[in-house]
């Protein structure tokens, strides 16, 4: 692959939208700290004297290399689970950018020693 010379107008423009990705790459990483981690479930547990089955959602995130389960209210469960999608939706699109990211910095040049973050780790 050829590298562009510092001269030319088209590198100027890569570089722009090297740094306007850069730009929206680090707001969606901000937006994402926002919206809880993790994964909502459905847990059951019996009652050993009544032998009924008691259902409760529950919050599964993984903390400090902990797995932990919340009880959360049937209440703010419909909310939290919209929540937890748009997640994901901005998860995906800090992938697409950062993918878009690494591209640029293959055709400007530009060598960085950045981490990859993960999508669960988006930092």
């Avoid at 990483?29 to 547990?45: F, H, N, Q, T, V």
Wanted: hydrophobic content about 30%; some cysteine; proline content about 6%.
């Amino acid at each position: 692959m050829r590298i562009l010379k510092p001269d030319n107008w088209l590198q100027g423009m890569l570089m722009d939208e090297y740094h306007q990705c850069l730009d929206v790459l680090n707001s969606l990483k901000r937006k994402a700290k926002e919206y809880p981690k993790g994964s909502l479930g459905i847990r059951k547990r019996i009652n050993k004297k009544t032998l009924k089955v008691y259902e409760y959602p529950c919050l599964k995130y993984s903390e400090n290399g902990k797995i932990n389960n919340l009880h959360v209210p049937w209440s703010k469960f419909p909310e939290l689970q919209e929540r937890i999608e748009l997640r994901k939706k901005i998860i995906a699109q800090i992938k697409s950018y950062q993918d878009r990211v690494q591209y640029l910095e293959k055709i400007l040049g530009i060598k960085t020693n950045r981490k990859k973050s993960t999508p669960d780790n988006p930092t």
